[in-house]
């Protein structure tokens, strides 16, 4: 961890981080700089907030389904409603 000087204006210039991973290499992120690993940029944010077998749902979408062969459950947050269902029968 390198602590940055403070800024001209006085507030904390931040910190630069360095992590050498058995594994991964060298990890390392700044203040200002992007994410890397082993030297490579590694993009921070992805399209979607879950991207499993029972729930691919984007960033940002207000309702979210988890689910399987066996049934869903759907968290509408913007309606502040929780539906369910067993297998892939109409929501409750």
């Known amino acids: 961890v390198d602590v940055r000087a403070p800024t001209a204006e006085g507030f904390p210039g931040g910190f630069d981080v360095a992590f050498d991973s058995p594994s991964e290499g060298v990890l390392s992120i700044g203040q200002d700089g992007a994410f890397t690993v082993s030297g ?4 921070l944010r992805n399209e979607l ?15 979210v389904e988890i689910g399987d062969e066996e049934g869903r459950l759907v ?7 929780r539906r369910s269902a ?4 109409p929501l409750r």
């Open 40 to 43: 490579a940029e590694v993009p």
């Open 49 to 63: 907030r879950y991207d499993n077998p029972w729930s691919t749902t984007p960033f940002q979408s207000p309702v």
């Open 86 to 89: 067993k297998g892939r029968g």
């Open 75 to 81: 968290l509408d947050f913007a309606a502040n409603e």
